[in-house]
């Protein structure tokens, strides 16, 4: 449900972590509207992570790609690239003033991207935020087929190795329901996010040592 903002405040990255926390999340008309609005719909979208699927063929398909991860290592590009119109998308919410406060989250190692390269192509990603055990998706694009899924997939097995118990992914496309993606009530929602909340997600476990 959209709630308009009447009040001027200003959109600070300790605001948007405490309407994460809460349960909400800002969005814009437009990439052009410089104004925000907060969000909190009666059925959220999520994947479960012990729910989530790939199918044997894209398996493969991914596999034989040639494509390469990264995490974190171009925030600026990701969040470009899903601010673009393109094949993906035909509009953008993604405005100035997220750009500014998510680039700051990414500073302060709140939020984070996975990356999907062809050499040295950005062809696909997704950006989130971690907050204690739940991972809230924002954005995600692909340049080339199966990147995104392959981003998705790569973001539910760090998750699973760090500890969370929470995929959120605000609304739920066709996209997301292919890779088991389900939709919940808010009322559901809002009891996994305060069980979320406490656990204390380590996103870089999957890149340590099983030993360290």
């Not at 959209?2 to 948007?16: K, M, S, V």
């Amino acid at each position: 449900m959209a709630r308009p903002n009447p009040f001027e405040i200003d959109i600070t990255p300790e605001l948007i972590v405490r309407a994460y926390q809460a349960g909400i999340f800002p969005m814009s008309e437009d990439a052009e509207d410089e104004n925000l609005f907060w969000v909190s719909p009666e059925q959220r979208g999520i994947i479960p992570l012990d729910g989530f699927r790939l199918s044997t063929s894209l398996r493969k398909a991914i596999r034989k790609s040639g494509f390469m991860i990264r995490v974190d290592s171009d925030f600026a590009a990701v969040i470009d690239a899903c601010a673009t119109v393109g094949a993906d998308r035909d509009s953008t919410w993604i405005n100035r003033t997220i750009r500014s406060v998510y680039g700051e989250l990414f500073n302060r190692g709140i939020a984070h991207t996975v990356e999907v390269w062809d050499g040295t192509e950005l062809v696909g990603g997704l950006y989130g935020l971690a907050i204690g055990g739940a991972f809230f998706g924002e954005s995600m694009f692909h340049r080339r087929t199966n990147a995104s899924k392959m981003a998705m997939a790569h973001l539910v097995e760090r998750l699973r190795a760090g500890g969370f118990v929470l995929l959120d992914t605000q609304f739920l496309t066709d996209h997301l329901a292919s890779l088991g993606g389900i939709e919940i009530s808010r009322a559901n929602y809002e009891e996994q996010l305060a069980a979320a909340l406490p656990v204390i997600g380590d996103w870089g476990a999957i890149d340590r040592p099983a030993d360290a």
